[in-house]
């Protein structure tokens, strides 16, 4: 199967990210634009895994969880990759002051290495992805979205229930990723619980 680790958005981040694509899709409607369901923040790419190796990376992927504690996660700013001179993708950043996505990145490197899964050579980003450009025709499409979107009045908020912004991330989510005429739908495998974990007594 082709698969991924990631963390799931709440559902008031997903709101908040809905809301700016709506706007989006005004300003650019011939992007290819995430559906609410898409949404998340992608922490490692393992792409086709025959069934047999899943048990070795969920394993990894526990392992990794224990070592690093939960921590809160925001939604910042709007950017693109790979330059905004010719951008392809449009993402929103997210805002990690503990760096608890690079910490369980850090973390499940060696012991993804050691399935053959090797970290990808460019800086991680954590980070949202919102729409691709279906060609490069459509660069300019994104830079206007990008313009639009740049007012601090404009940034994704989404409140928690604590009353302040963003959620508490405690887990990381193996999710499958099945390719379907209407676009690829991601389904949970396996949900590994971050920090150690607590023996019965």
């Known amino acids: 199967m082709r698969c991924f680790a990631a963390i799931e958005l709440a559902d008031g981040l997903r709101r908040a990210l809905r809301e700016t694509i709506a706007r989006g899709e005004r300003q650019a409607g011939g992007l290819r634009w995430a559906s609410a369901d898409q949404l998340h923040?992608?922490?490692?790419?393992?792409?086709?895994?025959?069934?047999?190796?899943?048990?070795e990376l969920c394993a990894a992927l526990d392992a990794a969880a224990r070592d690093v504690t939960p921590f809160d996660l925001a939604l910042a700013t709007l950017g693109c990759f790979p330059s905004i001179r010719s951008p392809r993708v449009l993402w929103c950043g997210v805002d990690d002051p503990r760096r608890g996505c690079a910490a369980w990145v850090g973390a499940a490197a060696p012991l993804l290495a050691r399935l053959g899964y090797q970290a990808e050579s460019r800086p991680f980003v954590p980070h949202v992805t919102l729409?691709?450009?279906?060609?490069?025709?459509?660069?300019?499409?994104?830079?206007?979205?990008?313009a639009a979107e740049a007012s601090p009045a404009k940034r994704p908020v989404a409140p928690s229930a604590s009353g302040t912004p963003g959620m508490r991330v405690e887990e990381v989510v193996l999710m499958e990723s099945r390719l379907e005429p209407r676009g690829a739908r991601y389904l949970p495998v396996h949900r590994a619980r971050l920090g150690p974990s607590v023996e019965p007594g």
């Open 131 to 146: 729409a691709r450009a279906r060609g490069p025709s459509e660069s300019a499409a994104i830079r206007r979205v990008l």
């Open 41 to 55: 923040v992608t922490l490692w790419f393992f792409g086709d895994t025959v069934n047999e190796r899943v048990p």
